[in-house]
């Protein structure tokens, strides 16, 4: 199938625990700030592991386009539908969607992508009174249900209400996904959309991903596993010990060249390819040697016919946790071969925001080179074993602009690997 | 535009109708029904309490990896039903293909079973709120890497891919009822832009526990025909009161068709075309006009390269629901225009209960028997004319017909609409 229509960046937005917008988290990135901290929504004060990534000041009935809705959505909801409505605000495509004398085709043509959590475990502690006066006596249970329960619970958990209500507030209404696939939904939700575009399935499309990973029962887990730190999150530091779970949300909006010219909207970067693949090596493994990861992204690069020397900036997955980021130093090193690519990661700053890292990582690499800028890493201090052939600073550095690519990394449960390109506007 | 072309090579199914396609298919010809009262748990007390249910199921343990200590019971539904897919098909991924075959499932809701979300209870849930420091001292007694493993969004996923060494893409995705149509969608577009020659793509699901019953029954989306199960899924019948949950799964192998034809795989049908919008309507309501589920069926069409009137069959969403029956009736009367009333629609949900996130895919796999036997599936349990809804709906199906193009519809809460377009692999023209 022939792939021919030019993809852009024209809007985007992040909430996370450094900052409600893009430009505060953005600003925190650059000032070496981290809104990392002891977990404030969730009384875990007793946890030795108890560090996340909160929103600070959320405020749900600000957030959303009706107050009415925080009834019927759960926590995550509220930033995800908050995050597509920056991001559409952002990318100003509503004011030239008023000027048209029909809005049917712009709408058919407008999908959605969203990288969603999934269902969390909070959600259903709604149960909890009920089962607590019943037991394991489903007599009682059914009798107490339609007092003990809001009688909106389903609606309240379902896993698409980012998408359906950016849909129902924008009445956007073409092709759409909602990927709950851990921490790649966001990222693959960004690919989607981009062949959507380049087929001409759609012209434009608002990308979001939201996640909640500061709840305690999966934090709990996550602990269990082995993979977070109660002290920091610093990737590929020699005192990297784990990774510290986050909430948050990004968005998004990608749009075909045509659409763009149409309406003269400012191109904030071009989506130039990307790739996904799972190393198969199990729902909470990864391949030891980066084999998988490292041929993943060769791919990608050969697929969309991109030369690595060609590229500014590498956004690492850099989630902190010591396996993770030794078997991506080792995949990125072979990627790179002699080429020094200057690499960088975000999540020191905000914490890991699980399914949306993705969307957030290609907004912060997005207003990176729209500043010219390879961020350095702020808790940056020693390069740990495996890891010193990266090009990392704690420094920020030049971007240099005659190799306008930047390629972000994302990795997730199930061992699967997601990259994306981006390309400097000038 | 030349798009890579999808042939369906292999099926699989774990339905309500039986543990494997030729079961399923002949209990759906003879006209019976999957739907009775739920046996898992104790329902009596509910006010639906019925549910096509998978009856007498044991999952093929031997056959199933080491990784089945994340299953939960539609996991197994899941494997078991991707086994026969590739069994039927004939082919596996090996050292050399791996990289080139996908999968994209479309998964339930994957909450908590009753007794994990009690048992939890249990250890931190005191005086009416939740004690986390006990979770932390309890945790010798409540701690089990398996509890996270089958809660985890894509743990099904994840068994998928280590079950057959899949190493190409995979995801997974949830738009509740229209999960399993877009799962086969999102497939279909993998292998027509070359990330994939071959696809594993599917859904399963069951939210036949206390707390997925409890959620349908506080909506009161359920019908509550609780003395006539066989007989409680009525699709556009004038006395519907709701659909029945079911449970299951259903996979289909997609191979690129040059591939297919090339090893001289057995081809199904065409994969031949995709609508996929959202009705930006209402959460669970879809518009009584139909629009969305419009715009998907005239995608499809347009899509796949035809006409209307090339269409032979649509397998409709029909879930026995007031408004689904009627936006649906009303969509294809918008599209078919005055071919509607001709056109043979039916809902094997009257005989299948609905699977959710599992629906599209079965659905799918019925689509493309009715074409490989040419007999279209009837409406069961209509008897009651709905004035609103005045299609050819089956009702004396099976009807034997010869079927060049089949739509299968599935709509989900949320507004997401999927029609898929599959075509006779000797459709006219399909080899031009």
Not at chain 2, 226 to 249: H, I
Request: charged share 20%; aromatic share 8%; hydrophobic share 40%.
């Amino acid at each position: 199938m022939s792939e021919s229509n030019r993809v852009f960046i024209t809007g985007f937005s992040a909430l996370t625990a450094s900052g409600n917008t893009a430009d505060e988290t953005w600003a925190s990135v650059l000032d070496g700030k981290s809104g990392i901290d002891e977990i404030k929504h969730w009384d875990i004060s007793s946890w030795s592991n108890r560090l996340g990534g909160e929103l600070k000041d959320f405020k749900p009935a600000k957030m959303l386009p009706d107050r009415k809705l925080i009834k019927v959505i759960s926590r995550q909801d509220v930033m995800g539908i908050n995050a597509a409505m920056q991001a559409v605000e952002h990318s100003q495509m509503l004011p030239y969607r008023d000027t048209l004398s029909s809005t049917d085709s712009f709408n058919d043509m407008t999908g959605v992508y969203v990288g969603s959590p999934g269902n969390k475990y909070y959600q259903q502690y709604d149960f909890l009174p009920l089962i607590d006066k019943s037991g394991e006596n489903m007599k009682p249970f059914a009798e107490h249900l339609f007092s003990e329960v809001h009688p909106m619970w389903l609606l309240r958990i379902l896993p698409n209400n980012v998408l359906a209500y950016t849909g129902i507030t924008y009445g956007f209404k073409g092709p759409n996904h909602n990927i709950t696939n851990h921490a790649v939904g966001g990222m693959q939700a960004i690919l989607e959309a981009y062949h959507a575009i380049r087929v001409g399935l759609i012209s434009r499309a608002v990308v979001v991903a939201y996640d909640v990973g500061t709840e305690p029962q999966a934090l709990y887990y996550y602990d269990k596993l082995g993979v977070i730190s109660g002290r920091h999150l610093k990737p590929f530091d020699a005192d990297h010990d784990g990774t510290i779970l986050a909430e948050g949300a990004a968005a998004l909006v990608l749009e075909s060249e045509e659409s763009v010219v149409a309406r003269e909207a400012s191109t904030y970067a071009e989506v130039t390819g990307g790739f996904s693949t799972t190393e198969a090596a199990g729902l909470f493994s990864i391949d030891e040697d980066g084999e998988h990861l490292a041929d993943s992204i060769s791919t990608m690069l050969s697929k969309h016919d991109l030369d690595i020397n060609d590229f500014g900036m590498c956004v690492a997955h850099g989630n902190g946790n010591v396996k993770s980021d030794l078997t991506e130093a080792k995949a990125l090193s072979n990627v790179f071969g002699q080429s020094s690519v200057p690499v960088t990661a975000f999540k020191w700053s905000m914490g890991h925001t699980i399914c949306s890292s993705g969307v957030v990582d290609t907004v912060m690499a997005t207003m990176a080179m729209q500043e010219k800028m390879v961020p350095g890493i702020a808790n940056f201090e020693q390069s740990a074993q495996g890891c010193t052939h990266l090009n990392i600073t704690k420094e920020h550095r030049e971007f240099n602009q005659s190799k306008p690519y930047t390629m972000i990394v994302n990795r997730g449960f199930a061992s699967i690997n997601a990259s994306v390109v981006i390309k400097r506007c000038a | 535009m030349t798009k890579r072309r999808v042939a369906v090579t292999g099926i699989g199914v774990v339905s309500p109708l039986g543990h494997d396609v030729h079961s399923t298919w002949q209990n759906l010809m003879n006209g019976d029904s999957g739907i009775d009262v739920i046996k898992q748990f104790d329902a009596n007390a509910f006010p639906t309490r019925i549910a096509a249910e998978v009856k007498n199921y044991t999952p093929p343990l031997d056959r199933i990896g080491k990784h089945k200590r994340f299953s939960m019971s539609f996991t197994n539904f899941a494997l078991d039903a991707a086994i026969q897919a590739f069994d039927d098909a004939g082919i596996l991924p090996n050292e050399s293909t791996s990289k080139r075959w996908g999968v994209v499932t479309g998964s339930g809701m994957m909450t908590s079973e009753f007794d994990y979300l009690k048992r939890f209870k249990d250890t931190c849930y005191v005086d009416g709120a939740l004690d986390w420091q006990a979770l932390q001292e309890k945790t010798n007694d409540f701690y089990q890497l398996t509890d996270f493993g089958k809660t985890t969004s894509n743990s099904g996923l994840s068994q998928l891919i280590q079950q057959f060494n899949i190493t190409g893409y995979a995801s997974s995705v949830h738009t509740a009822c229209a999960s399993g149509g877009q799962a086969l969608g999102l497939a279909m577009q993998v292998i027509r832009r070359g990330d994939a020659d071959f696809m594993l793509a599917g859904g399963f699901d069951s939210m036949i526990n206390p707390l997925g019953l409890s959620s349908f029954c506080l909506l009161g989306a359920l019908s509550t025909y609780n003395d006539e199960p066989a007989t409680a899924s009525r699709p556009f019948d004038g006395a519907r009161n709701g659909f029945v949950l079911g449970e299951g799964a259903a996979f289909l192998i997609l191979e690129e068709w040059s591939k297919a034809k090339a090893r001289g795989a057995k081809i199904y049908a065409e994969l031949a075309g995709e609508g996929n919008t959202l009705s930006s309507y209402r959460i669970t309501d879809s518009h009584p006009n139909g629009d969305g589920a419009i715009q998907a069926m005239e995608q499809a069409l347009r899509d796949g390269g035809i006409k209307p009137d090339d269409v032979d069959y649509i397998n409709a969403h029909g879930t026995s629901t007031k408004m689904n029956d009627l936006s649906e009736t009303n969509a294809i009367k918008a599209v078919f225009k005055d071919q509607a009333k001709q056109m043979p629609v039916s809902s094997t949900k009257s005989q299948t209960g609905h699977l959710i996130a599992a629906a599209g895919a079965l659905e799918a796999v019925l689509s493309v028997l009715a074409i490989k036997h040419a007999k279209v599936p009837k409406t069961a349990n209509l008897t009651t004319p709905d004035p609103d809804c005045d299609l050819d709906y089956v009702v004396d199906g099976p009807r034997e017909k010869s079927l060049g193009a089949v739509l299968s519809n599935s709509f989900g809460f949320g507004g997401s609409n999927s029609c898929l377009l599959f075509k006779h692999p000797e459709f006219e023209g399909a080899d031009a």
